[in-house]
């Protein structure tokens, strides 16, 4: 039986290298092994390969390694395509498929229409990095969206409180999957960005998921209202390993919600560290700076030795003094060169003066009136004249005119 068994495994293995079957989940089991095994019923046959199985069910398998990569939870009732190899379980002689990769069914409907909404709004220029604006260093107020249930909020939340306790947060809850979460993520964003939002900074954020649970995110609404926000959008969806239309439009991309809060506001704690060790430098600075002004001024004293202000006064009253002694020296030089020129003057003027000729005998003769007589034609009969002597004058009349 062994022989047999281990023969149509080769074959089945042989046969069937790498399939993909499209089916409904049901019996689903995760023992602890961590494994998960589950049976797959009839759904449309196979997809994705040339075989396809006429059972309407088969059991599969998916080992724990594989388990560890499933994008999202598994559960009864579920539509999946499971890819992976057809084996033989040789204790029972029943084949299995074992899955290797396990993604929704419609997945590729999703994965297109999130291809041609990138595109289109990637052409719009929604995802420009010039339009992307800068973070708050230090807000005060701090508005977030998600759900109020979900472990992202706690893990926010925690992380803001520890790293900024005196942050203020403005908790908008929303659906953050399923029909309308959509429209209610982008009311919230709207609300947040109007003049009664009184936030500095948006976290918008989720758990991770599949790529249908984090649809929401991925729709055109959504988009379109983080880039109308007037307020600094930061996305974080999902693990590092997700991306969402929502991730490519907001102005930063944290890989988790975690990582959204550290991003948003700084730690105090270090914050203050390291103002701290700012203050030590610049206090090593300073006196530093303090020291080496010190060194250069002894260096300067020794090289040109400083004077007592007393002597550079008494050396400026002494300069007073010499000025004033060649100011008064010039002024009696000034003095004697104006006496010898008046002198000189003064004897032109005596050499030319009446009185001079008076002394010499002679006589001036001028009429009551005033006027000098020059010619004896211009006297009449018994006019009377003044005579002007070098000393003295006498008055005279006239009696006999001779021309």
Known sequence: ??????????????????????????????????????????????????????????????????????????????????????????????????????????????????????????????????????????????????????????????????????????????????????????????????????????????GGGSLEDLWAFNEEIVARAIHASPIPVISAIGHEVDFTIADFVADVRAQTPTKAAEIVVPDMAELRSSLRDTERRLSLLARNVVQARNIRLERLIRSRPLRHPSAFIQELLERLDDCARSLRLGLHNRARQWEDSLSGIAGQLDALSPIKVLSRGYCFAMTRSGHAVKDASSLHSGDDLDLRFARGSARVEVRKIET
């Open 1 to 206: 039986m062994g022989e047999v068994s281990r023969l149509i495994r080769e074959l089945l293995e042989g046969s069937f290298p790498r399939i993909a079957v499209r089916g409904e989940i049901s019996n689903l089991s995760r023992p602890q092994s961590g494994h998960v095994y589950f049976t797959l019923m009839d759904d449309a046959g196979g997809v994705g390969g040339a075989s396809r199985l006429s059972s309407s069910q088969i059991s599969c398998v998916v080992w724990r390694s594989a388990a560890a990569r499933l994008r999202g939870r598994l559960e009864n009732g579920q539509k999946v395509i499971v890819t992976g190899r057809i084996s033989l379980y040789e204790p029972r002689g029943t084949y299995q498929l074992v899955g290797e990769q396990v993604e929704p069914a419609g997945l590729g409907e999703l994965q297109r229409a999130f291809e041609e909404l990138k595109d289109r709004l990637k052409a719009e220029g929604l995802f420009d990095s010039t339009r992307k604006r800068p973070l708050p260093f230090l807000p005060r107020t701090i508005g977030l969206v998600t759900s109020p249930s979900g472990a992202a909020v706690r893990d926010v939340l925690r992380v803001l409180y520890r790293r900024h306790p005196s942050a203020w947060v403005r908790l908008v809850p929303v659906r953050v999957q399923g029909t309308g979460a959509g429209e209610e993520i982008a009311q919230a964003l709207r609300l947040l960005g109007s003049p009664g939002g009184q936030v500095e900074v948006i976290i918008l954020t989720r």
